[in-house]
C-alpha cells in the first residue's frame, strides 16, 4: 500500500489554494481539510471513513480523483468552445478588412454596380493612387484581371469629376493578370507628372472656384440644382480646347464641349450634397454626355449642353429643355452606351419633368400653350434679340403648327413685319424663332438732364421719331427695352425758414429758386401762453390783432393774406382796410400783384386738401371785422342771459303744462 503522504501531496498539488509549511508533523490535519475541500466542490458524500484505515482511505482519495477528473475535463471543453468561437470571431473579422482599407466614397453610383468584390477593391486603390497623383501601382499579389481593372477605372472616371487630369492609364501583365498599373495625368493637353507643381496649383484653382460657385446655390435641393444647372449655361461657350473635356475647362476656362459641362455639373452638384452619375451615348445623331441625378428620392435626366442654344443672330439662350427630365422624356433623342444603359433608373414618381411642374406654370418666361392661347399671350413671351423674336414653350393639344402660323399672322404688324418664322423640338418643348423686318430708324438724341424738385430728370439716350424705340447707341443697334430705366426721379423739396403775414405762417422750397410752398407747413398763428407771439414761427403778435384760432382775422386764404405784394411784410395797422374775402374779382385790386407770379407761394401738388383754405367742402370763416367801428349789439355775442334764469323759466313752462293736463282731466271727469 502506497504511503498516505506521496498520495495526497500529489493530489493536493492541484489545488492553487492550499499552502503546507509542516508535512511530518500535520499529516492528519492536512488531509482532512484537503478531503472536505473537494468533497465541498465536486458535490460528494462526507468524508467520514478518513479514521478507518489506510484502505479506506486509499478507496476515497482514488473515487475522489475519478471525480476530480471529471470536473476537469468539463472545464477543459467548456474552454476549449470558448477559444473556437473567438478564433472564428477573428477569422470573420480578417474578412471584412480588405473591404474598408481604401478611401474611395461607397454611395457614388459607379461603385454601387461593380459587380464583384475584386473590382470594388481595385476601385478603392484608383482612387487612393489618383487623388495621391502616384505615377504607378503594384497590384501583382491581387490577381486582378484586365477585364476587372477597365471595369473600375472606367467607374472611377464616371463617378469622380474632380480627377480632371486621369484620363489615361497602362498596365503590364503576366497571363492576363495585372502586375503593375501606370497612371497618365494630362493638363492643357500636355503629359505631366503627377507631383508638377502645374497640376497642383490647376487642381488648388479649380477647388477654390467650384467653393465660390455654390455659395449662390441655397434653398431645398430642387432650387440648388436649378442654379447650378443656369450658372452653367449662363456661363459657359460651347467651344473645343485642350481642356473641353473636363471641369476644368469647363469652369476655370469657361469653355467646353459636352463632356465639359456634364462634368462640372456633376462637381458642383456633388459639392452640394447632390449624388449624379456621368452618362455618355449619342444625341442626334452625335456621341453626347449627359447626367443621371439623384434628387429628392428620385432620378431625373439633365442634359446641361442642350440647355445652352443659341438663336440665328448667335445670342445664347437659357433653356430648360432638358433639365430634370423622366428616362423616357429624354429616351426620345438620346441612345445610352449599351454597356451602361442596364444599370439606369427607368422610372420616377412624377409623370412630367420636374421644372415644368414646380416653376414654368409660374411664370418664368417658358410658355405653356394650347389651342386656346391667344396671340397676345405668345406675344408676352417673345424675347427679342435685334431683329429676331424667340420663345420656348410646350403645346398640349394638337394641330400645334395650324395654331403658330395663325398667332404669328395676327402679331405681324406689332412685330414691325414678319419675314419668317421657323420652330425645333427640343426635349419635350419648342424653340420658336421669328425674323422680323430690319428696319430704318430716324435716330434723335436725348441728352441728359438732372432731376429737380419740380421735374424728373433721365439720362442720355436716342428715341427712334418714328416707332419711338429707345436705343443706348445713334445707329440703334442696342435697344432700351425699359424706357423707365432712363428716368431719374425727382428731387424732394428742400425747406427753408418760416414765412409769415400778420395772420398766416409756411414754410417754401429754397432750391434753384423753387418757392414752392411746402405741404402740411400752412397754418394761422396760434399764441396760447399768452406771450404776443407765435407758438410755431415766433412771429411778434400786435396787441390788438385777433389770435384766436377758430375767428382768425383773414382765414379764407392764408396763402394769399392781407398785402400779398410781400407776404413777409409783417401788417401792424390794425385801421388798414381789409378784402373782403367773400367779394368775388376777377382782377387784382391797385397796389396788388397777379397771385400767378412767382412772388405768390405756389400751392400746385403740394398743399393737401386738409390744408387748402379755399377748399369748398371746407366750411367757410365768418368774415373779418373792421376794427373803427362800434360792435354791433345783434351781433355773434348776443345779450348775456344768466342761466339760472333759463332753467327756472323752463320749470315754469312745465309746471303750466301739467296744470293744463290736470285741469282737462277734472272736466272730462265731470262731464261724464
Known amino acids: 500500500m502506497p504511503q498516505s503522504g506521496s498520495v495526497l501531496w500529489a493530489t493536493a498539488r492541484t489545488l492553487p489554494r492550499v499552502h503546507c509549511k509542516n508535512q511530518k508533523t500535520q499529516s492528519f490535519s492536512w488531509k482532512k481539510a484537503v478531503f472536505l475541500q473537494i468533497l465541498k466542490q465536486i458535490g460528494t458524500k462526507t468524508a467520514s471513513t478518513l479514521a478507518n484505515g489506510a484502505k479506506e482511505e486509499y478507496t476515497v482519495i482514488t473515487d475522489i480523483r475519478m471525480k476530480e477528473d471529471a470536473f476537469m475535463e468539463r472545464i477543459r471543453k467548456s474552454m476549449l468552445q470558448q ?306 423674336y424667340y420663345c420656348d414653350f410646350r403645346y398640349d393639344d394638337a394641330n400645334m403648327e395650324d395654331w403658330l402660323k395663325d398667332a404669328i399672322n395676327s402679331l405681324s404688324g406689332q412685330l414691325g413685319g414678319v419675314q419668317g418664322a421657323s420652330w425645333e423640338t427640343i426635349g419635350n418643348e419648342y424653340m420658336l424663332t421669328i425674323t422680323t423686318q430690319v428696319q430704318s430708324h430716324t435716330i434723335s438724341k436725348v441728352s441728359a438732364k438732372a432731376a429737380t424738385c419740380r421735374s424728373e430728370g433721365n439720362t442720355e439716350y436716342y428715341v427712334c421719331t418714328t416707332c419711338n424705340q429707345y436705343f443706348k447707341d445713334a445707329n440703334g443697334d442696342q435697344e432700351i427695352a425699359d424706357k423707365n430705366s432712363v428716368k431719374i426721379a425727382m428731387k424732394a423739396h428742400t425747406p427753408g425758414s418760416w414765412k409769415t403775414d400778420a395772420h398766416n405762417h409756411w414754410k417754401e422750397c429754397t432750391a434753384d429758386g423753387c418757392k414752392t410752398m411746402i405741404a402740411g407747413t400752412s397754418a394761422i398763428h396760434v399764441d396760447q401762453n399768452g406771450d404776443q407771439r407765435c407758438d410755431t414761427c415766433s412771429y411778434q403778435l400786435p396787441s390788438n390783432d385777433s389770435t384766436d384760432p377758430t375767428n382768425p382775422t383773414n382765414p379764407t386764404n392764408p396763402t394769399n393774406p392781407t398785402n400779398p405784394t410781400n407776404p413777409t411784410e409783417v401788417v401792424t395797422d390794425p385801421t388798414e382796410e381789409v378784402t373782403d374775402p367773400t367779394e368775388e374779382s376777377t382782377e387784382p385790386t391797385q397796389g396788388e400783384t397777379d397771385p400767378t407770379e412767382e412772388s405768390t407761394p405756389s400751392t400746385e401738388e403740394t398743399t393737401p386738401s386738409g390744408d387748402d383754405p379755399t377748399d369748398p367742402t371746407e366750411p367757410s370763416a365768418p368774415a373779418a371785422t373792421d376794427p373803427t367801428k362800434p360792435a354791433d349789439p345783434a351781433g355773434d355775442a348776443g345779450l348775456p342771459i344768466d342761466p339760472k334764469l333759463l332753467i327756472l323759466a323752463a320749470a315754469v313752462v312745465g309746471l303750466i303744462g301739467i296744470i293744463a293736463v290736470i285741469a282737462s282731466l277734472t272736466r272730462k271727469k265731470r262731464k261724464a
Open 83 to 388: 477559444v473556437l468561437c473567438m478564433a472564428l470571431s477573428l477569422l470573420l473579422l480578417l474578412t471584412l478588412l480588405p473591404q474598408v482599407t481604401f478611401a474611395a466614397d461607397t454611395d457614388r453610383y459607379g461603385y454601387t454596380k461593380l459587380e464583384s468584390a475584386k473590382e470594388k477593391k481595385l476601385y478603392g486603390m484608383l482612387v487612393d493612387a489618383v487623388e495621391d497623383c502616384k505615377d504607378e501601382l503594384a497590384v501583382s499579389a491581387e490577381g486582378f484581371t484586365l477585364a476587372e481593372l477597365e471595369s473600375a477605372s472606367q467607374m472611377v472616371g464616371r463617378d469622380y469629376p474632380e480627377f480632371f487630369y486621369y484620363q489615361t492609364y497602362g498596365a503590364s501583365h503576366i497571363d492576363g493578370i495585372v502586375q503593375k498599373i501606370y497612371f497618365k495625368y494630362i493638363l492643357n493637353g500636355q503629359l505631366v507628372q503627377g507631383n508638377s507643381p502645374e497640376l497642383k496649383a490647376a487642381r488648388a484653382a479649380l477647388d477654390k472656384k467650384v467653393n465660390e460657385i455654390v455659395k449662390g446655390a441655397t434653398g431645398d435641393n430642387y432650387q440648388k440644382a436649378l442654379y447650378l444647372h443656369d450658372y452653367l449655361v449662363n456661363n459657359l461657350i460651347y467651344q473645343s480646347t485642350n481642356n473641353d473635356q473636363n471641369a476644368y475647362g469647363a469652369l476655370i476656362e469657361g469653355k467646353a464641349v459636352c463632356a465639359g459641362y456634364s462634368h462640372a455639373y456633376q462637381l458642383l452638384l456633388r459639392k452640394v450634397g447632390i449624388e449624379s452619375f456621368y452618362i455618355t451615348g449619342e444625341s442626334k445623331g452625335i456621341p453626347h454626355a449627359w447626367l443621371l441625378v439623384f434628387l429628392n428620392d428620385e432620378c431625373y435626366y439633365t442634359d446641361v449642353t442642350w440647355d445652352d442654344p443659341m438663336t440665328p443672330d448667335g445670342h445664347q439662350i437659357l433653356g430648360h429643355y432638358y433639365f430634370n427630365m423622366s428616362y423616357d422624356d429624354i429616351s426620345k433623342d438620346h441612345t445610352t452606351d449599351a454597356d451602361y444603359a442596364q444599370w439606369l433608373p427607368k422610372k420616377h414618381d412624377h409623370k412630367d419633368m420636374y421644372y415644368f411642374e414646380h416653376d414654368a406654370r409660374e411664370g418664368n418666361g417658358i410658355g405653356w400653350f394650347n389651342s386656346s392661347t391667344t396671340s397676345a399671350t405668345l406675344y408676352n413671351h417673345l424675347k427679342k434679340e435685334g431683329n429676331f
